[in-house]
């Protein structure tokens, strides 16, 4: 089964339903090992895009990564960028805001963990939370220490939509390119796993009473959602609604939507003058002697 990442692209202004989104598809590998495969294709094939971007340093790549708890955002990353090169990739997962993130605007922390040229930057969440958690949690809001009019809850969401879409337009005008992945896992999903947390004592660390407490306001997170992704999926950073329930589809998917970003780049390695031509038949020669 050949992957479309248009399939899953949000269009600019579209109206989401993510309860008519599908959180599964058709399996696109028919075994487990035909998986392994494909996966493993799409990982070499990413690091030779990223050799190249390395070598082009042109461009930069931001990769942000949403979903619920449980979507599986750790583990698609662990196991697409499994072959990126570590010296060319920075990996970012924001947490709540600290005290001094909190005395800057809601963009700032992000801004510092944005890669160079040549790079790749992934976000394991992201400044996206600002309007999705807080906007969940107003009380949130209160420990931002803004002004009561700069809190105003009929503006504050619209206002930073706009400081969103508008820093995301900066840097793709000065060479970053942003790719948005949202990893749509339906409730049900989001059980079973849970409670292999806790039956498998492997994984009992994954879990936190947090989640539970987050899983209460699963409608509303869905409402924000789908504010979130009509209002600031464009054309110049997408967002991508990625079903995943089944774990190996969802890896794979994201593996094709960042394959797609990178080929889609113009890219090349950097020539070779004459000089330094020249220059490298004499130490060749220097070597061979």
């Known amino acids: 089964m050949k992957i479309d990442s248009n399939d899953y692209r949000v269009r600019p202004g579209e109206r989401v339903n993510l309860k008519k989104w599908p959180t599964i598809g058709k399996p696109i590998c028919a075994s487990k090992e035909e998986y392994k495969q494909l996966l493993e294709k799409h990982v070499e094939h990413l690091s030779a895009l990223q050799q190249l971007l390395y070598a082009a340093n042109r461009y930069a790549l ?16 662990r196991h697409v960028l499994s072959g990126i090169n570590p010296e060319g990739c920075d990996v970012t997962s924001f947490k709540q805001p600290s005290a001094d993130e909190l005395e800057h605007d809601f963009l700032w922390r992000s801004t510092l963990r944005l890669p160079g040229r040549g790079r790749i930057g992934i976000f394991n969440r992201s400044y996206y939370e600002e309007v999705l958690a807080v906007r969940v949690h107003p009380e949130l809001l209160r420990n931002e220490g803004l002004g009561e009019q700069l809190r105003d809850d009929k503006n ?51 879990f936190s009473l947090a989640d539970i407490h987050e899983r209460k306001f699963w409608k509303r997170y869905m409402e924000v959602y789908e504010d979130c992704l009509r209002t600031t999926s464009t054309r110049r950073a997408p967002w991508y609604a990625v079903p995943a329930d089944d774990k190996d589809n969802a890896r794979l998917i994201v593996s094709q939507i960042v394959l797609d970003a990178l080929g889609g780049l113009r890219m090349s390695y950097p020539r070779t003058t004459t000089k330094r031509r020249l220059e490298l038949q004499a130490i060749r020669k220097l070597l061979v002697k």
């Open 156 to 206: 504050i969401w619209k206002q930073r939509y706009r400081s969103i879409v508008e820093m995301e337009n900066h840097l793709h005008r000065n060479g970053t390119r942003i790719v948005k992945i949202f990893l749509h896992l339906s409730a049900e999903e989001q059980k079973r796993r849970f409670l292999e947390r806790i039956d498998e004592p492997e994984k009992n660390w994954k």
């Open 62 to 77: 931001v990769l942000v990564f949403q979903g619920m708890d449980a979507a599986g955002k750790d583990g698609a990353i």
